[in-house]
């Protein structure tokens, strides 16, 4: 008999005990758990979506004109990438996309059932694959620290049944960039498509944003999210674009689901992503963060790298014990952060700290640890994980 599916508790309910320890500080927590915008979107882009008029009527499940428009011209004046309008489609938030696109992939291929996803990464590309009654395969990082593909660890029977290989770049949570050709040249040579999910690329700090899409559209997709460029996390928007022919399959079976973004919704999103400014300065506002907290970090004999991109410090835990250093850093500083085994069984010595509170509650943090001067930690040894 086939064992019902018991969905695992979401990571971040894990997280109760270690905050409540970061309740019991004067001036409150500072969570830096979740990737989730704290700053104010473009005022701009609410007035669209407030004067839409587009309430009363079904909006297009592919995707207003307006908002495929944008999103076009977005991915041609960021990254070079000329598509024509048959190439996009419109999502309800990229964290559906991930999750359903094993389910839609699957019907077209029933032969297929492989998911191949980063060992290191955002743990929905992995449950997408449950949820569709296909077996996740983690891909072995091609860095130490977890970030990138060793695409030449892929097992040839796992890639003979692969429905698509996700890449996240630049990653989270590590902030590490992936070889975007490499790829797409082992997609193409195996006939696997290749999704990549691209929503911290404006936050790329290596050199500039970079696409999928700049290697040619045959057999690849881009994802794009308003979640974190334009910090519309609450209003679920986001588009894909790429292959012609899988971007027609996602759209006409995501039409029969009834899977639509809201005509306000799309009015706002075809607005923001007219616009570069206001991204420009989210851009500054995570890099001074990320500065601080890894200044405040290393300072405790933390070493926190600042990240290729993201706005996530990845930081390797002393003692290799990723919730000691979480619950340290609850305990003396009042910051809530995951440990690293959400994204990963094999890196349960890492920490993830998420650049997202204002600079003020940054500060607060640091003003905690340096009056403690210590995290308490030893250079050895490992806590059961909670």
Not at 35 to 59: I, K, L, N
Not at 100 to 129: C, E, I, K, N, W
Not at 216 to 223: F, K, M, S
Not at 332 to 341: D, R
Request: glycine share 12%; charged share 20%; hydrophobic share 40%.
């Amino acid at each position: 008999m086939t064992p019902r599916f018991e969905p695992p508790p979401y990571p971040y309910h894990r997280l109760g005990a270690l905050a409540e320890l970061a309740r019991a500080h004067d001036g409150g927590m500072v969570d830096c758990s979740v990737g989730t915008p704290c700053d104010p979107p473009a005022g701009f882009v609410v007035e669209a979506m407030a004067g839409s008029g587009t309430e009363r009527g079904y909006p297009e499940s592919a995707g207003s004109a307006a908002f495929l428009g944008a999103a076009r011209a977005m991915l041609e004046r960021r990254f070079g990438v000329a598509l024509e309008p048959d190439q996009l489609g419109a999502c309800v938030g990229t964290k559906e996309f991930v999750a359903s696109l094993a389910q839609y992939l699957h019907l077209r291929d029933p032969g297929r059932d492989v998911v191949l996803f980063p060992a290191v990464s955002y743990p929905t590309y992995a449950m997408g694959a449950l949820l569709a009654g296909c077996r996740p395969v983690a891909v072995a990082p091609g860095a130490p620290d977890g970030s990138g593909l060793d695409l030449g660890s892929v097992d040839a029977r796992d890639a003979a049944r692969a429905l698509v290989l996700w890449v996240n770049s630049p990653s989270n949570p590590t902030g590490g960039l992936s070889d975007l050709e490499a790829a797409t040249e082992w997609g193409r040579a195996h006939g696997v498509p290749v999704v990549s999910d691209e929503c911290y690329a404006e936050f790329t700090w290596s050199g500039r944003p970079r696409s999928i899409l700049e290697h040619g559209t045959e057999g690849v997709v881009a994802l794009h999210s308003l979640s974190k460029r334009s910090n519309l996390a609450g209003l679920r928007a986001g588009f894909f674009a790429g292959d012609r022919e899988l971007v027609r399959y996602l759209i006409e079976v995501r039409r029969h689901a009834g899977l639509m973004v809201a005509g306000p919704v799309q009015a706002a999103a075809a607005a923001a992503l007219a616009d570069d400014g206001h991204v420009a300065a989210q851009r500054a506002r995570y890099h001074e963060r990320l500065a601080l907290l890894a200044e405040t970090l290393g300072a405790l004999g933390c070493p926190a790298p600042f990240p290729e991109g993201g706005f996530y410090l990845w930081v390797r835990a002393p003692g290799d014990d990723g919730w000691a250093l979480a619950e340290a850093l609850a305990r003396h500083g009042g910051m809530l952060t995951s440990p690293g085994e959400f994204y990963g069984p094999d890196r349960p010595g890492y920490v993830r700290v998420a650049a997202v509170q204002p600079m003020e509650r940054l500060e607060l943090v640091r003003s905690r640890l340096e009056a403690v001067g210590h995290l308490g930690l030893p250079e050895g040894g490992r806590r059961a994980p909670r």
